[in-house]
C-alpha cells in the first residue's frame, strides 16, 4: 500500500491485492497492527505529506495528488486531524 499512496484504494482493492476476503483481510490485519487497513492508509498518506511538507516547495495541490488525497481540502482536513495544525502552518514551522 506504500508504494500506491497516490492511488486511490479501497478496502475491496486492497483485499483482492492480498486475496482475501474484505472481513477477513479486516481482521487479520487488526491482529497485526491494531488498526485497520484504511486507518492505515490514511496515517500513511498524512505521514509521507508531512515528509513532503518538509523536503520539497510541492505545491499544496500536489502534495495532495503525491499522497492520494484528490483535493487540497481533504489534505487539509485529514492533516489537521491527525497532525493537528494546517499543512501550511506546518510547513512553515518546519522551516523556522
Known amino acids: 500500500m506504500r508504494r500506491k ?3 486511490p484504494l479501497s478496502l475491496a482493492d486492497i ?4 486475496m482475501m476476503s474484505r472481513r477477513s483481510l479486516a481482521r487479520h490485519f ?3 497492527t ?3 487497513p484504511l486507518r492505515w492508509l490514511l496515517a500513511q498518506r498524512v505521514e509521507r505529506a508531512r515528509e513532503l511538507l518538509e523536503t520539497t516547495e510541492l505545491p499544496l495541490a500536489r ?3 503525491a499522497t492520494g488525497f484528490g483535493a487540497v481540502e481533504t ?3 485529514h492533516f489537521a486531524r491527525q497532525v493537528g495544525t494546517t499543512p501550511s502552518a506546518y510547513r512553515s514551522a518546519f522551516r523556522r
Request: proline share 0%.
Open 5 to 7: 499512496l497516490s492511488e
Open 15 to 18: 483485499a483482492a491485492h492480498a
Open 30 to 32: 487488526r491482529a497485526q
Open 34 to 36: 491494531g488498526t485497520t
Open 63 to 65: 502534495v495532495a495528488e
Open 75 to 77: 489534505l487539509r482536513h
